[in-house]
Nanobody
Framework: QVQLVESGGGLVQAGGSLRLSCVAS??????????VGWFRQAPGKAREFVAA????????DYADFVKGRFTISRGNAKNTVYLQMNSLEPEDTAVYYC????????????????WGQGTQVTVSS
């Protein structure tokens, strides 16, 4: 079982930046090579993929709407994943969730086994 805790959300003006963190814990996380991803869900909309990073940190995947603005990275300890969000727009307002799975495809497809509780990001115009 993997536990995920997100933090770093908040209120920011359009054009501003935020850095989200996702800390993973659990016995299996330390023994498996997990891919970790970020998703978001705005009110009245379906959850959508934002970005994912491999265990090594070298392979990243991004949704088209965040390329060039968001960067996903992994800490040296591997159990922390960051989402640096720059040039934020009101359309980025959503609850952001991190997800983890031993299969990269499961994370990218939104079928990850483990999910966090989410952190709210609000971008004002």
């Amino acid at each position: 079982q993997v536990q995920l805790v997100e933090s770093g959300g908040g209120l920011v003006q359009a054009g501003g930046s935020l850095r989200l963190s996702c800390v993973a814990s659990g016995r299996t996380f330390s023994t498996h090579t997990y891919t970790v991803g970020w998703f978001r869900q705005a009110p009245g909309k379906a959850r959508e993929f934002v970005a994912a990073v491999s265990w090594s940190g070298y392979k990243q995947d991004y949704a088209d709407f965040v390329k060039g603005r968001f960067t996903i990275s992994r800490g040296n300890a591997k159990n922390t994943v960051y989402l640096q969000m720059n040039s934020l727009e009101p359309e980025d307002t959503a609850v952001y969730y991190c997800a983890a799975d031993a299969l990269r495809s499961a994370v990218v497809d939104g079928r990850a086994d483990s999910w966090g509780q989410g952190t709210q990001v609000t971008v004002s115009s």
